[in-house]
């Protein structure tokens, strides 16, 4: 962060819940600081029974912008007042930018998971990819994956209120892409472990498991793996989730959520100040929470 807040210093933000353990605020931070912005990132315990209120106070304290993580993405989008191109086809927001008192909602969650995946090598263009959640973060991913050319989509939710997105989502990729989609639901395990077994990617782009170390896993167990199968968990904290770790155990390559959370902190990063994001020196500081540990 600035060296001195001052009576100049300007106000990005992130509202989300849970949230204390977000690394956002180290990578933003780390960026301000390098390039010598006066900006300050601060998290804001937020969920939807109080988003309504946060949005209008971050408007009327005249912040720079803000991310927006779970449970608000889709929710936010009714207290904005324009939404971009991309965020409309993922009926979610990840990051807003205030255009003077004019908030604008855009999601850079897809393409941070794009590139995250493009930098690990893992080649998944005009191949099969089952993704588990139906949220925010994973209809950004599934978009953005159909437009890049994945060729099918398996989308697994839980029977809750989700399930209806998943199978928007679907019928969205069927219609606006020439990605082929399906909607399954969780608790048809047979159904699970056929598409896992057709596909080269596994995705858990949910929140099952955040902040718990060893916590919940929406596979049942690794037997549902194989060595050849690549795995991504979104989630950041833990590093290692369950899931991680089943696939550590099978030998699936593997990747958590911090180089998507990099990519799309980038993206969002340059619509506030007009500048590129210093990986460099916010890579270092994240390695050295890491090693904290």
């Given at each position: 962060?600035?060296?001195?807040?001052?009576?100049?210093?300007?106000?990005?933000?992130?509202?989300?819940?849970?949230?204390?353990?977000?690394?956002?605020?180290?990578?933003?931070?780390?960026?301000?600081?390098?390039?010598?912005?006066?900006?300050?990132y601060?998290?804001?315990?937020?969920?939807?029974?109080n988003?309504?209120?946060?949005?209008?106070?971050?408007?009327?304290?005249?912040?720079?912008?803000?991310?927006v993580?779970?449970?608000?993405?889709?929710?936010?989008?009714?207290?904005?007042?324009?939404?971009?191109?991309?965020?409309?086809?993922?009926?979610?927001?990840?990051?807003?930018?205030?255009?003077?008192?004019?908030?604008?909602?855009?999601?850079?969650?897809?393409?941070?998971?794009?590139?995250?995946?493009?930098?690990?090598?893992?080649?998944?263009i005009?191949?099969?990819?089952?993704?588990?959640?139906?949220?925010?973060?994973?209809?950004?991913?599934?978009?953005?994956?159909?437009?890049?050319?994945?060729?099918?989509?398996?989308?697994?939710?839980?029977?809750?209120?989700?399930?209806?997105?998943?199978?928007?989502?679907?019928?969205?990729?069927?219609?606006?892409?020439?990605?082929?989609?399906?909607?399954?639901?969780?608790?048809?395990?047979?159904?699970?472990?056929?598409?896992?077994?057709?596909?080269?990617?596994?995705?858990?782009?949910?929140?099952?498991?955040?902040?718990?170390?060893?916590?919940?896993?929406?596979?049942?167990?690794?037997?549902?793996?194989?060595?050849?199968?690549?795995?991504?968990?979104?989630?950041?904290?833990?590093?290692?989730?369950?899931?991680?770790?089943?696939?550590e155990?099978?030998?699936?390559?593997?990747?958590?959520?911090?180089?998507?959370?990099l990519?799309?902190?980038?993206?969002?990063?340059?619509?506030?100040?007009g500048?590129?994001?210093?990986?460099?020196p916010?890579?270092?500081?994240?390695?050295?929470?890491?090693?904290?540990?």
């Amino acid at each position: 962060m600035p060296q001195r807040i001052t009576g100049k210093t300007e106000l990005i933000g992130l509202i989300a819940n849970p949230i204390r353990t977000s690394k956002s605020p180290m990578m933003h931070n780390t960026a301000f600081e390098a390039l010598g912005l006066d900006l300050v990132y601060m998290v804001f315990e937020v969920d939807n029974t109080n988003l309504k209120d946060a949005v209008q106070g971050l408007r009327s304290l005249g912040a720079v912008g803000f991310n927006v993580s779970m449970p608000n993405k889709t929710e936010v989008m009714k207290y904005l007042d324009e939404i971009s191109p991309e965020a409309k086809l993922c009926g979610a927001v990840n990051t807003v930018v205030n255009r003077n008192g004019h908030l604008y909602g855009t999601n850079t969650d897809g393409k941070g998971f794009m590139l995250a995946c493009k930098e690990k090598g893992f080649d998944i263009i005009g191949k099969k990819i089952t993704l588990i959640g139906a949220g925010g973060a994973a209809t950004a991913i599934a978009m953005q994956a159909g437009l890049d050319g994945v060729a099918e989509i398996s989308i697994f939710n839980g029977n809750d209120r989700f399930m209806d997105n998943a199978k928007a989502n679907a019928e969205r990729l069927n219609s606006e892409t020439s990605c082929k989609a399906q909607a399954f639901c969780l608790d048809d395990t047979d159904a699970l472990r056929r598409e896992i077994e057709s596909s080269v990617l596994l995705v858990n782009a949910t929140g099952c498991g955040f902040g718990v170390p060893a916590g919940p896993c929406l596979i049942p167990d690794k037997s549902y793996l194989r060595p050849d199968l690549k795995v991504v968990d979104i989630i950041y904290s833990p590093e290692k989730t369950h899931l991680l770790e089943m696939a550590e155990e099978v030998g699936c390559e593997n990747m958590n959520g911090v180089r998507m959370m990099l990519h799309q902190g980038a993206a969002a990063f340059k619509m506030w100040t007009g500048k590129d994001m210093p990986f460099a020196p916010v890579e270092e500081a994240l390695a050295q929470i890491s090693s904290q540990k």
